[in-house]
């Protein structure tokens, strides 16, 4: 019985985080003015961002982490994630994010096995990231592609 508050209120925990924060990324940027009242989604991406980074909300949510709020910690997670076989299906997201926190050479070799992955949305990352890398792009996750390759939003 336990067991099952526990995971009730870690989804109730989470779920606001996603209301919140999602929704955010697929806006326009916000003006610097309103950063000091963004501040606690900070907790809110940490929070998303456990150890071990098994789903897309956390791999998302250690590249804002990274990206935004310079926590290189989070870089080990995304590599981990980016090369392990037990989470192929965020392996080709973690290495989008990897790419997109500067780590182009990192995710350019998690990419070359990226392409012999099972699931496609993989495989597109893998691509992805190889085209990217050869026309110095310096992003690829926008909300947009992330949306399609990783969900199979057609939009």
């Excluded at 597109?124 to 926008?142: D, S, V, Y």
């Amino acid at each position: 019985m336990v067991i099952r508050v526990t995971s009730i209120n870690e989804s109730h925990r989470i779920a606001p985080c996603l209301e919140l924060l999602v929704p955010l990324c697929w806006s326009e940027p916000l003006t610097p003015a309103i950063a000091p009242a963004l501040a606690v989604l900070r907790e809110a991406l940490e929070g998303l961002a456990k150890s071990p980074l098994c789903d897309e909300s956390g791999v998302r949510a250690a590249l804002h982490l990274v990206r935004d709020y310079g926590d290189r910690q989070l870089l080990d997670l995304l590599h981990v994630a980016a090369a392990s076989p037990r989470r192929e299906a965020v392996r080709g997201l973690a290495a989008a994010m990897l790419f997109d926190a500067g780590e182009q050479d990192a995710a350019l070799r998690c990419a070359t096995t990226l392409l012999g992955s099972c699931p496609l949305s993989s495989v597109a990352w893998g691509a992805l990231i190889q085209a990217a890398h050869a026309a110095n792009e310096p992003e690829i996750a926008t909300e947009a592609t992330v949306r399609r390759i990783q969900f199979g939003w057609s939009e």
